[in-house]
């Protein structure tokens, strides 16, 4: 409510992510066939109004993450089909997030805010393991561990009211991805043919400028769109078939039915177009030339108490 000065808020989304699947016979199928990585942040997040023109906020995060990955063996059973190795994980991790809110006047607005970085500890995964007979005693299953930080993101935002029915917002965001500099499976039984795992990534931080708008057509229905830019985190000579990532602009529009004073209902269609990218891996010397584009529709229930 308006007139309260402390406020609770519950959000539920997925902020990181990646499914990359490739054909099992491809030429790059030992690097990789297949990874999916998800992770739902649930966070509880107080604020407190100081006054009619400043707030501040924190909260908890509490991160569920889940990993998957499928990559080619370079060993042939009798029928000519090379082994596959996969591997599954999951962990639980917590992390924070604070800001803070200034309102000078009626039609201006600007906003901080800090999401940590999350330390995901994955224990006693499992890692199994397709080869010919000869060399089973070389792939045995087992279990593996493995520590992946998803970055930080720190965020100022502002707002204008130009008049009753239209607000703009531009967001920039500051994403901490140099803490990601090594992928890394610890295997707990090791061979001649199966030993862990350290591969280079070498991310750097970077930022996402966004941009966008919103009009008010009834008295319950809103719609947006709105435009960024995502500046890629991985240099040169580090791209790799999991991450074949390069700059990206994104194209989104929205909209929202105000159906009750405690529900609003938000619809969301998003269109990503990345550069084209060619680049030798520094370690692996696979070389590709890569582009990506993606269609993501969206929809959302908010409930306000």
Not at 2 to 9: I, L
Not at 51 to 69: E, P
Not at 97 to 122: C, E, H, Q, T, W
Not at 273 to 279: A, E, F, I, L
Request: charged content about 20%.
């Amino acid at each position: 409510k308006k007139e309260d000065r402390y406020n609770f808020g519950l959000g539920v989304y997925t902020p990181f992510g990646s499914l990359e699947q490739w054909p099992n016979d491809w030429k790059g199928q030992f690097l990789l066939r297949e990874i999916n990585l998800k992770a739902i942040f649930i966070q509880p997040t107080v604020s407190y109004k100081i006054s009619d023109k400043i707030g501040i906020g924190a909260g908890l995060i509490y991160s569920i993450n889940t990993f998957s990955l499928k990559q080619g063996i370079p060993v042939q059973d009798a029928m000519g089909n090379y082994g596959e190795a996969s591997l599954q994980g999951s962990a639980n991790a917590f992390g924070y997030n604070a800001g803070i809110y200034f309102k000078p006047n009626n039609k201006f607005s600007v906003g901080l805010d800090y999401r940590s970085s999350v330390k995901v500890k994955m224990k006693n995964g499992t890692a199994n393991f397709t080869a010919p007979s000869s060399l089973a005693d070389s792939f045995p299953s087992t279990t593996f561990s493995s520590t992946l930080t998803l970055p930080s993101t720190t965020t100022l935002g502002f707002g204008y009211i130009v008049n009753e029915k239209l607000k703009l917002a531009l967001d920039i965001n500051y994403i901490g991805w140099s803490v990601y500099d090594t992928l890394s499976f610890n295997f707990a039984n090791n061979t001649s043919l199966l030993k862990d795992v350290h591969s280079p990534r070498m991310y750097k931080n970077v930022f996402i400028f966004r941009a966008g708008a919103q009009y008010q057509l009834k008295e319950k229905l809103f719609v947006r769109c709105g435009t960024y830019f995502d500046m890629s985190p991985v240099p040169d000579g580090y791209i790799t078939p999991e991450t074949p990532d390069a700059n990206r602009i994104g194209i989104t529009t929205g909209v929202s039915w105000r159906f009750s004073g405690k529900f609003n209902l938000d619809f969301s269609f998003l269109y990503i177009q990345s550069m084209k990218r060619t680049d030798t891996n520094i370690e692996t010397q696979f070389s590709g030339t890569y582009k990506e584009k993606a269609v993501i529709p969206g929809i959302g229930l908010e409930f306000l108490f």
